[in-house]
């Protein structure tokens, strides 16, 4: 099914593709003996015509089976009939209704344009080739219909060596001649609103519709006002470009316009399509599923009856509502009607994801369906190779891409998706220039997104900051990119311009995201003005009052200043906003400033008014013991944290710092029963669990601490150090088959233990396995090399491979790099042993009898190897008392009790 191409050249073209060229060469001869005629109003409008050459040139793709030559001609350009409604008088230059009706049907597809905005058929921009149509149509007219509707195609077309910002103002100007012309022509406002909302400018937007309401009262004109209001479910898109609507709370006096605003729809215009379509997608939000079918399908039965397009919108979102509802037969049905309406690539994604629910072969029929009628559209294989992208076939997904921009070489879309999918392959150069090569076509916010956040991501700092800087003359106030310029900037050193960048536009984002004032703040503080830097964190915490971010970088603000008063009141007023965990984090950053500064006298002196204050949060409590503690005052701390357990009520931190001070204090005997409690918490996190685990370790309680190890890592998957302790206590409680059952495990192979290959090692060595061992102890010398203990580890496995010179070189080694080490100097008095030089091992295993630094094992082995020097003297006795010791010790790991058997069996016992 991925084999779906376009054709590779002209003669693979079905009859009516045949035809549409030969019709488009007719068009362009007929336009260049036109072109002198057209209009100054037209002046500034691009009719492109053919491709230039370009550098980069596509891959043919091959034809595959997209095209059925036994599929039905289309006609060369069908022009749907004109609507239903009545349409604006005749242009006063000779454009008839019938002519700007059929200019509309190309715009709009087969609708009056207002149906635009509740049917979203300018979702996607439609062909150039029907915009350049569009325009020779109104070549001729100067009326206000015409003009409107030629300010929109200025706007919609991505004219060369013109920037978006340029297009806006040069189809504004055209939309201004038009409302002059005629106050009450309803597009001109409809549009010019449209063109300043997608560049951000969200309240010239909204003073716009107000303006033509006060001219000519139109349902759309007011659907379109609630919308740019944040009326909940109202899509505010109709172009498929959103608007930087402000992310706020209304105020009241916005809601009761709100609400004041839909009466007044409700009431004038009950049964206009509009108004049915608003109030479902308004129910939609609200209440779902069949509230907001039926209102959908009384918007179906309106009179008159809706426009094809308002019609087509209405079963693309029943589609959408069955489709949640999982009724997949319904949703399709619906899908077809629309599409049967009006065509629209998203739509045969929506009808072929809904089939491949059911059944994957479903969802590649209907691609291939619709590829044979519309394969010479080259939005409908972006949307095919988003589909395949989608599922994870990132380089069939590509090659849909490539079609695109070989059916149409200066189609922007396609060179960006295609930019985006090699990003995803690995293959960043390429992605990079594809993204370039787009954005120079076609000026796409997406694009420059993706292409400046790369650049960031990739260290390339400068080219990121003239990228944005291209994308916001194109896309002036949008918030993503004003924000990730000044990012850009700052990483260059730029903190000013930065500041000056995003204050300038503060006042026109309203409530933007926290993020914003973050920056600006940082900014400010960069270039040493702490004063404004505030006023931009109290400022954004008008907006977001709960934002965490905000509420710290503001505290740490005035701590830095000593101004103890406003902290107070600021902290205090971030209490009802934030969660109990934001709260504390929030208190906790405060005390580990003032410990970092060593400034304890400001932070104890915060810390006691903040219990004055809130004598019932725990907070300050802990956060008061912390720096008691830092400065070494271990009893004070723990007063503080029992008056804040009487005081506040039972915590979890307080009890962790408890049974911590306690330990400090008295030592792990007294601390035990209250870290033995912490687990048992409800709030109990991987901290209280290691430090329980500490405190076994100290008392020796192995068995116990693997117990609780293994708890801590059901409740914490993953965490190292609860993963260390069970690693440890395995091993030191002699259950070494778990120890390398644990640690060859695959499931926790992502766990960091340094460790891992020492412990495997001494675990195999223990079993029995020098050999393993061996390969183990090499790769952890690899990352340590002249570890001692690593050292006295590996020569262990080779005096049990019977390699005694080696074992005795490797143990002399140890010994110049840790003269004390007990293993060394036991395991280099078995090889001597070995290789007969008896008063020398006699003396390195008399250092370890006599070590206090000296293991259990470690002195189980040594008594064994003063066995083994008795024997070889011929002392009987000697040896039969230093095996006794040696078993007196119950130590029983494999390797050890098979080299006891032996010297036992040696000495006749």
Same mark, same amino acid.
């Given at each position: 099914?991925?084999?779906?191409?376009?054709?590779?050249?002209?003669?693979?073209?079905?009859?009516?593709?045949?035809?549409?060229?030969?019709?488009?060469?007719?068009?362009?001869?007929?336009?260049?003996?036109?072109?002198?005629?057209?209009?100054?109003?037209?002046?500034?409008?691009?009719?492109?015509?053919?491709?230039?050459?370009?550098?980069?040139?596509?891959?043919?793709?091959?034809?595959?089976?997209?095209?059925?030559?036994?599929?039905?001609?289309?006609?060369?350009?069908?022009?749907?009939?004109?609507?239903?409604?009545?349409?604006?008088?005749?242009?006063?230059?000779?454009?008839?209704?019938?002519?700007?009706?059929?200019?509309?049907?190309?715009?709009?597809?087969?609708?009056?344009?207002?149906?635009?905005? +509740?049917?979203?058929?300018?979702?996607?921009?439609?062909?150039?080739? *029907?915009?350049?149509?569009?325009? %020779?149509?109104?070549?001729?007219?100067?009326?206000?219909?015409?003009?409107?509707?030629?300010?929109?195609?200025?706007?919609?077309?991505?004219?060369?060596?013109?920037?978006?910002?340029? #297009?806006?103002?040069?189809?504004?100007?055209?939309?201004?001649?038009?409302?002059?012309?005629?106050?009450?022509?309803?597009?001109?406002?409809?549009?010019?609103?449209?063109?300043?909302?997608?560049?951000?400018?969200?309240?010239?937007?909204?003073?716009?519709?107000?303006?033509?309401?006060?001219?000519?009262?139109?349902?759309?004109?007011?659907?379109?006002?609630?919308?740019?209001?944040?009326?909940?479910?109202?899509?505010?898109?109709?172009?498929?470009?959103?608007?930087?609507?402000?992310?706020?709370?209304?105020?009241?006096?916005?809601?009761?316009?709100?609400?004041?605003?839909?009466?007044?729809?409700?009431?004038?215009?009950?049964?206009?399509?509009?108004?049915?379509?608003?109030?479902?997608? #308004?129910?939609?939000?609200?209440?779902?599923?069949?509230?907001?079918?039926?209102?959908?399908?009384?918007?179906?039965?309106?009179?008159?009856?809706?426009?094809?397009?308002?019609?087509?919108?209405?079963?693309?979102?029943? @589609?959408?509502?069955?489709?949640?509802?999982?009724?997949?037969?319904?949703?399709?049905?619906?899908?077809?009607? +629309?599409?049967?309406?009006?065509?629209?690539?998203?739509?045969?994604?929506?009808?072929?994801?809904?089939?491949?629910?059911?059944?994957?072969? #479903?969802?590649?029929?209907?691609?291939?369906?619709?590829?044979?009628?519309?394969?010479?559209?080259?939005? !409908?294989?972006?949307?095919?190779?988003?589909?395949?992208?989608?599922?994870?076939?990132?380089?069939?997904?590509?090659?849909?891409? %490539?079609?695109?921009?070989?059916?149409?070489?200066?189609?922007?879309?396609?060179?960006?998706?295609?930019?985006?999918?090699?990003? *995803?392959?690995?293959?960043?150069?390429?992605?990079?220039?594809?993204?370039?090569?787009?954005?120079?076509?076609?000026?796409?916010?997406?694009?420059?997104?993706?292409?400046?956040?790369?650049?960031?991501?990739?260290?390339?700092?400068?080219?990121?900051?003239?990228?944005?800087?291209?994308?916001?003359?194109?896309?002036?106030?949008?918030?993503?990119?004003?924000?990730?310029?000044?990012?850009?900037?700052?990483?260059?050193?730029?903190?000013?311009?930065?500041? %000056?960048?995003?204050?300038?536009?503060?006042?026109?984002?309203?409530?933007?995201?926290?993020?914003?004032?973050?920056?600006?703040?940082?900014?400010? %503080?960069?270039?040493?003005?702490?004063?404004?830097?505030?006023?931009?964190?109290?400022?954004?915490?008008?907006?977001?009052?709960?934002?965490?971010?905000?509420?710290?970088?503001?505290?740490? @603000?005035?701590?830095?200043?000593?101004?103890?008063?406003?902290?107070?009141?600021?902290?205090?007023?971030?209490?009802?906003?934030?969660?109990?965990?934001?709260?504390?984090?929030?208190?906790?950053?405060?005390?580990?400033?003032?410990?970092? *500064?060593?400034?304890?006298?400001?932070?104890?002196?915060?810390?006691?008014?903040?219990?004055?204050?809130?004598?019932?949060?725990?907070?300050?409590?802990?956060?008061?013991?912390?720096?008691?503690?830092?400065?070494?005052?271990?009893?004070?701390?723990?007063? +503080?944290?029992?008056?804040?357990?009487?005081?506040?009520?039972?915590?979890?931190?307080?009890?962790?710092?408890?049974?911590?001070?306690?330990?400090?204090?008295?030592?792990?005997?007294?601390?035990?029963?209250?870290?033995?409690?912490?687990?048992?918490?409800?709030?109990?996190?991987?901290?209280?669990?290691?430090?329980?685990?500490?405190?076994?370790?100290?008392?020796?309680?192995?068995?116990?601490?693997?117990?609780?190890?293994?708890?801590?890592?059901?409740?914490?998957?993953?965490?190292?150090?609860?993963?260390?302790?069970?690693?440890?206590?395995?091993?030191?409680?002699?259950?070494?088959?778990?120890? !390398?059952?644990?640690?060859?495990?695959?499931?926790?192979?992502?766990?960091?233990?340094?460790?891992?290959?020492?412990?495997?090692?001494?675990?195999?060595?223990?079993?029995?396995?020098?050999?393993?061992?061996?390969?183990?102890?090499?790769?952890?010398?690899?990352?340590?090399?002249?570890?001692?203990?690593?050292?006295?580890?590996?020569?262990?496995?080779?005096?049990?491979?019977?390699?005694?010179?080696?074992?005795? /070189?490797?143990?002399?080694?140890?010994?110049?790099?840790?003269?004390?080490?007990?293993?060394?100097?036991?395991?280099?008095?078995?090889?001597?042993?070995?290789?007969?030089?008896?008063?020398?091992?006699?003396?390195?295993?008399?250092?370890?009898? *006599?070590?206090?630094?000296?293991?259990?094992?470690?002195?189980?082995?040594?008594?064994?190897?003063?066995?083994?020097?008795?024997?070889?003297?011929?002392?009987?006795?000697?040896?039969?008392?230093?095996?006794?010791?040696?078993?007196?010790?119950?130590?029983?790991?494999?390797?050890?009790?098979?080299?006891?058997?032996?010297?036992?069996? /040696?000495?006749?016992?």
């Amino acid at each position: 099914m991925h084999s779906l191409r376009p054709p590779a050249c002209a003669s693979h073209l079905r009859p009516a593709a045949l035809s549409r060229a030969i019709c488009a060469g007719l068009l362009l001869l007929l336009m260049l003996l036109l072109g002198l005629c057209a209009s100054a109003a037209w002046a500034d409008v691009e009719i492109p015509g053919l491709p230039e050459d370009s550098a980069e040139q596509p891959p043919e793709p091959d034809p595959g089976n997209a095209q059925d030559e036994s599929a039905p001609a289309e006609e060369a350009n069908p022009e749907p009939a004109p609507a239903s409604r009545p349409q604006a008088e005749a242009g006063s230059a000779g454009i008839g209704s019938d002519v700007l009706a059929q200019a509309r049907a190309l715009v709009f597809g087969n609708s009056d344009p207002r149906a635009a905005l +509740s049917s979203h058929s300018l979702s996607e921009v439609p062909p150039r080739y *029907k915009l350049a149509r569009a325009a %020779e149509l109104l070549s001729g007219g100067s009326d206000a219909a015409a003009l409107s509707l030629q300010a929109l195609i200025n706007w919609l077309q991505p004219l060369k060596g013109r920037s978006a910002a340029e #297009r806006d103002t040069v189809s504004l100007e055209q939309l201004t001649r038009a409302a002059a012309l005629s106050p009450a022509e309803a597009e001109a406002w409809l549009y010019s609103a449209w063109i300043l909302a997608a560049g951000g400018r969200v309240e010239a937007a909204r003073a716009q519709l107000r303006s033509g309401l006060a001219q000519t009262e139109r349902p759309e004109l007011l659907v379109a006002l609630l919308a740019l209001l944040g009326s909940a479910g109202l899509e505010a898109q109709p172009l498929g470009l959103q608007p930087a609507l402000p992310a706020q709370q209304l105020s009241d006096e916005a809601a009761d316009e709100l609400q004041q605003l839909w009466q007044n729809l409700l009431e004038r215009w009950p049964q206009s399509t509009s108004t049915l379509i608003a109030d479902a997608q #308004r129910v939609a939000a609200q209440s779902g599923g069949n509230a907001a079918r039926q209102a959908l399908e009384r918007a179906l039965a309106s009179e008159p009856p809706p426009l094809p397009a308002e019609e087509a919108y209405i079963y693309r979102r029943l @589609g959408q509502l069955f489709d949640e509802a999982g009724q997949v037969k319904q949703a399709e049905d619906a899908y077809r009607q +629309s599409l049967a309406l009006q065509y629209d690539p998203r739509l045969v994604r929506m009808l072929a994801d809904a089939g491949r629910r059911e059944d994957a072969q #479903r969802g590649d029929m209907v691609w291939q369906q619709y590829l044979r009628t519309y394969g010479d559209d080259p939005r !409908i294989w972006v949307a095919y190779g988003r589909y395949l992208e989608d599922q994870g076939d990132l380089e069939h997904a590509l090659r849909q891409y %490539e079609s695109s921009y070989y059916l149409a070489p200066e189609f922007g879309p396609g060179y960006s998706a295609a930019g985006a999918c090699l990003l *995803k392959l690995g293959r960043q150069d390429e992605g990079q220039r594809l993204l370039s090569r787009s954005l120079s076509l076609e000026p796409q916010l997406d694009s420059y997104l993706l292409l400046a956040r790369l650049q960031l991501d990739g260290g390339q700092d400068i080219q990121a900051e003239q990228t944005l800087r291209q994308a916001l003359q194109d896309f002036p106030e949008q918030l993503q990119l004003l924000q990730l310029h000044a990012s850009a900037l700052a990483r260059l050193g730029r903190g000013g311009e930065a500041l %000056e960048l995003l204050a300038g536009h503060l006042d026109s984002l309203g409530a933007a995201e926290p993020s914003l004032y973050l920056i600006l703040a940082q900014s400010a %503080e960069a270039g040493g003005d702490a004063n404004l830097a505030l006023s931009f964190y109290e400022r954004g915490l008008q907006f977001h009052p709960a934002d965490y971010a905000l509420r710290r970088n503001h505290a740490l @603000g005035l701590a830095r200043q000593g101004r103890g008063e406003a902290l107070l009141s600021a902290v205090l007023s971030a209490r009802p906003q934030l969660s109990q965990r934001d709260f504390a984090a929030l208190v906790d950053a405060l005390a580990l400033y003032w410990i970092e *500064k060593a400034d304890f006298g400001a932070g104890t002196a915060f810390m006691n008014q903040l219990i004055t204050a809130l004598p019932a949060d725990p907070t300050a409590y802990s956060e008061l013991a912390l720096m008691q503690s830092a400065q070494g005052f271990f009893n004070e701390a723990l007063a +503080s944290v029992q008056r804040g357990l009487n005081d506040a009520g039972d915590n979890y931190l307080g009890r962790y710092l408890e049974a911590y001070l306690v330990f400090r204090i008295n030592g792990p005997q007294d601390a035990l029963p209250l870290a033995r409690a912490l687990p048992e918490h409800p709030q109990v996190d991987a901290n209280g669990y290691v430090l329980y685990l500490r405190l076994l370790e100290e008392r020796g309680d192995y068995l116990e601490q693997a117990d609780v190890a293994r708890r801590g890592l059901e409740l914490f998957p993953g965490h190292k150090d609860l993963f260390a302790f069970l690693a440890r206590s395995l091993y030191f409680s002699g259950d070494t088959p778990a120890v !390398i059952s644990l640690l060859e495990d695959p499931a926790q192979a992502q766990i960091s233990y340094p460790a891992r290959e020492e412990m495997l090692g001494s675990a195999y060595l223990d079993e029995g396995s020098p050999v393993k061992a061996a390969a183990l102890l090499k790769t952890a010398l690899a990352a340590r090399p002249g570890n001692a203990s690593l050292l006295a580890l590996q020569a262990q496995a080779h005096y049990a491979l019977g390699q005694y010179p080696e074992a005795r /070189s490797l143990c002399q080694e140890a010994l110049r790099s840790n003269p004390d080490s007990t293993a060394a100097q036991l395991w280099l008095g078995f090889a001597l042993e070995a290789l007969g030089e008896l008063e020398a091992a006699a003396s390195a295993l008399a250092f370890v009898s *006599k070590s206090p630094l000296a293991s259990r094992e470690e002195l189980a082995w040594a008594a064994l190897g003063h066995a083994r020097l008795a024997l070889d003297v011929g002392d009987s006795a000697e040896a039969a008392t230093r095996l006794g010791e040696a078993e007196a010790f119950e130590y029983y790991a494999p390797f050890f009790q098979a080299e006891l058997d032996r010297s036992r069996s /040696s000495a006749g016992l």
